[in-house]
């Protein structure tokens, strides 16, 4: 089962994606958390690249290296993953390209959905949380972190992040079997809770579906 998280960055994503794979590891899943871009040496290597102030990246060049990044990334972790059964939680993943890259950058949406296939293939998540949130909030609660400098993603305006978080909302009218947009500015504990309640839900749908 592949979950992935997904929202302008402070949204809280990596918090979340520890938290549920603790709960599902203390239920005896085992799991594996990865981040994009990255997660394999090649993908860490292009993150660097990706994230680096000095670099000046044409946006078509930009979405051929997040989709590079994740192509390595499916064929060298993910799928293998889910092949033995494991419970694959992604900090980020296709729908990032879709809201930054599409809805961001401005491309062309239906060759960002083309490029993204062909990276994905038939690897596509069995749940997304759109971790939801004004781009004010997110900006303030990044700034709170320690040490934090401004990598080049994260140096765009104010207005980019408007149109990724409206791209995250298009995502989810186009998707809502699969993607679960949820208001990130609750409290940790009670979004936590209804992250679980809806895994729970597809875990206990599959383990019917294998008795069927
Ligand atoms: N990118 C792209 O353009 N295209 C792509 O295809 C992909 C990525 C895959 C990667 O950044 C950059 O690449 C990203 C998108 C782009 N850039 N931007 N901008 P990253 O992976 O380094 O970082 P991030 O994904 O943007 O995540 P983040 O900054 O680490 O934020 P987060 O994971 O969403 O949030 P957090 O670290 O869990 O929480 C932030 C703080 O808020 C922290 O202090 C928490 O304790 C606090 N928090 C969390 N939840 C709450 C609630 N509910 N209430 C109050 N406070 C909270």
Request: aromatic content about 6%; hydrophobic content about 45%; glycine content about 6%.
């Amino acid at each position: 089962m592949l979950i992935t998280f997904e929202g302008i960055d402070g949204a809280g994503k990596s918090t979340h994606t520890v938290l549920l794979a603790e709960w599902l590891q203390s239920r005896g899943h085992r799991v594996r958390i990865l981040r994009e871009p990255g997660s394999t040496q090649l993908s860490e290597a292009i993150r660097r690249v990706l994230l680096d102030v000095q670099q000046q990246i044409d946006s078509v060049a930009e979405l051929f290296l997040f989709c590079a990044a994740r192509r390595q990334l499916v064929q060298e972790v993910i799928r293998p993953a889910l092949e033995q059964g494991e419970i694959v939680i992604c900090d980020r993943y296709a729908d990032s390209t879709f809201a930054y890259q599409g809805y961001g950058r401005g491309l062309d949406i239906a060759m960002v959905e083309h490029v993204i296939a062909y990276a994905i293939e038939d690897v596509v998540p069995q749940a997304t949380f759109v971790l939801d949130l004004d781009v004010a909030t997110a900006l303030a609660r990044r700034g709170r972190r320690a040490a934090d400098v401004a990598d080049r993603m994260e140096g765009a305006s104010r207005q980019f992040f408007e149109r990724v978080r409206a791209g995250y909302h298009a995502l989810a009218a186009r998707n809502p079997q699969r993607v679960h947009l949820l208001d990130a500015a609750e409290p940790v504990e009670g979004l936590q809770e209804r992250i679980r309640t809806i895994v729970a839900g597809i875990l206990a749908r599959q383990s019917a579906e294998r008795v069927a």
